[in-house]
């Protein structure tokens, strides 16, 4: 069996990547994390996937995860340190890796480089580096796909919890969108994905793809909330100016991704439903997470 090396194997995107391999059983799967000792990496274990210990700032750590594997799915995260170069560097440094040990197929969570595609206009760091990372993969002729995740449905769990409004019974959904369609998805329906794109190599290899499972508006998303959790949650009319405002650390990065998301980046809803026909529109996702919103 071909071995397919996942990187973030206990967070949210390499993890649902790593269940899907395993579910789908065609691979051997080598799941890659820091801390091997870690409940979800113990559980990876038991489930029957080759745990292994790497380092994105460690080479030969690197070298040792990825060698021998035939396919590779990379995500790197820019919210752990808040540094676009260093996340360059860290993705920079696997695509040379996989391209010295001739890795046939690497899947790289990318982003747009938004820096470059708006001639220096706005800069949304997150993006703007995996842009550029993508971007190196071709130019040093790894065999490359890359999947663009849109805004995680999961997200409304914690950066976009609804608020409780000024007037003590309703409750605020604050997504500085306006009344433009935002593009979302479980992060947890990404795994299926990734694993038809490593059975039909020769279909995804160059391209990189913008994944969704439906586009929306926030007055929609909040309609939806309200109907399953029985609360009134309404759209907070927020523009990324007033977002910005709000001060925490990374309240202007997001104030540009939605900036960014306002100009309707390409997320391709029925590639993504063809790539994983089982994955969520927003609805079933909330009737399968209501619980989480009981303490509202």
């Not at 799941?31 to 029957?48: N, P, S």
């Not at 993969?137 to 999947?147: A, E, G, L, W």
């Not at 990374?250 to 439903?273: C, K, Q, S, W």
């Amino acid at each position: 069996q071909s071995i397919i090396t996942v990187f973030g194997a206990t967070g949210a995107q390499g993890g649902s990547v790593a269940a899907a391999l395993l579910k789908d059983g065609s691979y051997s799967v080598r799941a890659v994390t820091r801390d091997i000792h870690k409940e979800a990496a113990v559980k990876l274990k038991k489930t029957g996937a080759e745990v292994v210990a790497a380092d994105l700032d460690n080479e030969k750590s690197l070298e040792l995860a990825i060698g021998g594997s035939d396919g590779v799915f990379v995500v790197t995260n820019f919210w752990e340190h808040f540094s676009k170069d260093k996340e360059v560097t860290q993705g920079k440094r696997i695509a040379d890796i996989c391209k010295r040990l001739g890795v046939k197929h690497v899947v790289f969570s990318g982003l747009e480089n938004v820096k470059k595609l708006t001639g220096d206009k706005l800069e949304v760091l997150h993006f703007d580096g995996k842009g550029e990372v993508e971007e190196y993969f071709r130019t040093i002729c790894v065999p490359m796909t890359s999947v663009r995740l849109p805004c995680y449905f999961e997200n409304i769990l914690t950066f976009f919890r609804p608020t409780k409004a000024e007037d003590g019974k309703t409750y605020s959904l604050a997504i500085p969108m306006g009344d433009v369609l935002l593009d979302g998805m479980s992060v947890a329906d990404l795994g299926p994905v990734v694993v038809s794109i490593l059975k039909s190599p020769a279909q995804y290899i160059g391209k990189d793809i913008g994944l969704s499972t439906e586009k929306l508006k926030v007055e929609q998303y909040a309609n939806i909330m309200s109907k399953v959790t029985g609360k009134t949650i309404k759209d907070a009319k927020v523009t990324p100016e007033d977002y910005e405002k709000l001060g925490f650390k990374g309240a202007h990065e997001l104030a540009n991704m939605f900036r960014f998301y306002i100009m309707g980046p390409d997320r391709d809803v029925a590639l993504t439903l063809k790539l994983n026909p089982q994955a969520r529109k927003f609805c079933q996702w909330m009737e399968d997470n209501k619980e989480a919103f009981n303490d509202l």
